[in-house]
C-alpha cells in the first residue's frame, strides 16, 4: 500500500546491546542517504535522561520527552533508528523493523569486550537468550515487516546490510 506521508521509508535497527546495531547502523547510513538516529546518544544530548537505575547500571530513559524531540525527524522518512527497545515507539513511525541477533558465546565475548561484568552482563545474555527484543518487536509491529538478522560474522554483517539496502529498494519501487 502506497505510504503517502512519507517517499523513503524509516526503518528501526533493534536487539539487545551488543548484536551489532551501530555497525549494522554506521555501515547503512554510509550505503544509503539515510540519517543514522542513536537514540541512547540523541536521549544523552536533549537531556532525556533522568536519575540512574541502581539496579540496571543505567540511566532511566523519560520516553515521552524523547518521542517529542523525534517526532519532526521521522516525518520524511530517511532514518535509521537504531535502539536497545522498541515498544515505545509508535508503530506507524516504521516501514521496517530488523532484529539483529547474536549466539551467545559471541554476545559474552563483545559485552565482555566492552567491560560488562556481573549482573548487567547476566541480564544482556539473558536478554537474547530468551528473545525478549524479537517478542517486544513481534508483538509491537505488524509481523510482515519485522525481519530477523544473524550478526555474528564478518560475512553476515555484509550480508545483513546489503539485505537492508535491497529492502529499502524495493520498498521505494513499490511506494512509487
Ligand atoms: P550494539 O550497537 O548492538 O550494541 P555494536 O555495533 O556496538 O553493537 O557491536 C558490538 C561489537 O561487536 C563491536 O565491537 C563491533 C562488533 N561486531 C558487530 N557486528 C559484528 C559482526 N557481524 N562480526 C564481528 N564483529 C561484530
Same mark, same amino acid.
Given at each position: 500500500?502506497?505510504?503517502?506521508?512519507?517517499?523513503?521509508?524509516?526503518?528501526?535497527?533493534?536487539?539487545?546491546?551488543?548484536?551489532?546495531?551501530?555497525?549494522?547502523? %554506521? *555501515?547503512? @547510513?554510509?550505503?544509503?542517504?539515510?540519517?543514522?538516529? &542513536?537514540?541512547?546518544?540523541?536521549? !544523552?544530548?536533549?537531556?532525556? /535522561?533522568?536519575?540512574?537505575?541502581?539496579?540496571?547500571?543505567?540511566?532511566?530513559?523519560?520516553?515521552?520527552?524523547?518521542?517529542?524531540?523525534?517526532?519532526?525527524?521521522?516525518?520524511?522518512?530517511?532514518?535509521?533508528?537504531?535502539?536497545?527497545?522498541?515498544?515505545?515507539?509508535?508503530?506507524?513511525?516504521?516501514?521496517?523493523?530488523?532484529?539483529?541477533?547474536?549466539?551467545?558465546?559471541?554476545?559474552?565475548? %563483545? *559485552?565482555? @569486550?566492552?567491560?560488562?561484568?556481573?549482573?548487567?552482563? &547476566?541480564?544482556?545474555?539473558?536478554? !537474547?537468550?530468551?528473545?525478549? /527484543?524479537?517478542?517486544?518487536?513481534?508483538?509491537?509491529?505488524?509481523?510482515?515487516?519485522?525481519?530477523?538478522?544473524?550478526?555474528?560474522?564478518?560475512?553476515?554483517?555484509?550480508?545483513?546490510?546489503?539485505?537492508?539496502?535491497?529492502?529499502?529498494?524495493?520498498?521505494?519501487?513499490?511506494?512509487?
Amino acid at each position: 500500500m502506497a505510504n503517502r506521508t512519507r517517499n523513503v521509508p524509516n526503518i528501526l535497527i533493534t536487539g539487545t546491546p551488543g548484536v551489532g546495531k551501530s555497525t549494522i547502523s %554506521r *555501515l547503512l @547510513a554510509e550505503k544509503t542517504k539515510f540519517t543514522w538516529r &542513536e537514540v541512547s546518544k540523541l536521549a !544523552e544530548e536533549h537531556n532525556c /535522561l533522568d536519575e540512574y537505575d541502581p539496579e540496571y547500571q543505567c540511566p532511566f530513559l523519560n520516553e515521552d520527552k524523547l518521542l517529542d524531540i523525534m517526532e519532526g525527524m521521522m516525518a520524511k522518512g530517511g532514518n535509521i533508528v537504531d535502539y536497545h527497545g522498541c515498544d515505545f515507539f509508535p508503530e506507524r513511525w516504521f516501514d521496517g523493523v530488523f532484529v539483529v541477533r547474536a549466539n551467545n558465546t559471541t554476545l559474552y565475548d %563483545r *559485552l565482555t @569486550a566492552r567491560g560488562y561484568t556481573g549482573k548487567k552482563l &547476566e541480564d544482556n545474555i539473558q536478554c !537474547e537468550i530468551f528473545e525478549t /527484543l524479537l517478542e517486544e518487536a513481534q508483538s509491537s509491529y505488524k509481523p510482515e515487516i519485522v525481519t530477523e538478522l544473524q550478526n555474528n560474522t564478518d560475512e553476515q554483517l555484509q550480508t545483513n546490510v546489503d539485505t537492508i539496502v535491497e529492502w529499502i529498494e524495493r520498498w521505494k519501487e513499490e511506494n512509487l
